[in-house]
């Protein structure tokens, strides 16, 4: 995400939108990206250190944006539609 200090056109144009659009009471919009990683093995304290360094030397432009690292468990495999 952009960091709080920085201006985010297009969140702004999407906050401008949506009363147009018939949503109203959204106070701000920001932006952002998100890259989701598939890690092979455990995702232990060294797999979530590593992921860091890498978000923090390669995915973020850490002069304008914030980044957080967190582990989601995998989805569960649908059920067959009957």
């Not at 960091?3 to 949506?18: M, S, T």
């Not at 304008?64 to 995998?74: L, N, T």
């Amino acid at each position: 995400m952009l960091k709080p200090e920085i201006l985010d056109p297009q969140g702004q144009a999407v906050q401008r939108a949506l009363p147009r659009l018939g949503f109203e009471g959204i106070a701000d919009v920001r932006q952002g990206k998100r890259f989701e990683l598939e890690v092979e093995g455990p995702v232990d304290d060294a797999a979530l250190a590593r992921i860091h360094e890498l978000a923090e030397t390669f995915l973020a432009n850490t002069v304008i944006e914030d980044f957080a690292v967190k582990v989601e468990e995998p989805a569960a495999a649908a059920e067959p539609v009957k």
